[in-house]
């Protein structure tokens, strides 16, 4: 049975730091992903890295935000620095395979900012 388990969120301060966990079982996978959905808001991409270990990680995050893959574990991690009120929102641990075509969502994590 595959499953996707995130850890990790929490109330933080605005510039404070939070790093989140995806403990993936089940199978291997390609891309994993971190998307996040606010109140109200769609859900949204935030990173992504590839079996490879390739990232990207979308503007509003860039520069504070890291995605990291620890393949041997089957976790990936996002860690989240300088934090601001605006980042509120539940973040989802996501994944996909490429053969066949899959994916697969964690019951997410609720990371809070306060001003």
């Known amino acids: 049975q595959v499953q996707l388990v995130e850890s990790g969120g929490g109330l933080v301060q605005a510039g404070g730091s939070l790093r989140l966990s995806c403990a993936a079982s089940g199978r291997r996978f390609d891309d994993m992903d971190w998307y996040r959905q606010a109140p109200g808001k769609q859900r949204e991409l935030v990173a992504t890295?590839?079996?490879?270990?390739?990232?990207n990680v979308v503007d509003f995050a860039a520069g504070r935000f890291t995605i990291s893959r620890d393949s041997a574990k089957n976790m990936i991690y996002l860690q989240m620095n300088n934090l601001k009120p605006e980042d509120t929102a539940v973040y989802f641990c996501h994944a996909v395979t490429m053969n066949p075509p899959l994916d697969y969502w964690g019951q997410g994590t609720q990371v809070t900012v306060t001003s």
């Open positions: 890295i590839t079996r490879g270990g390739t990232t």
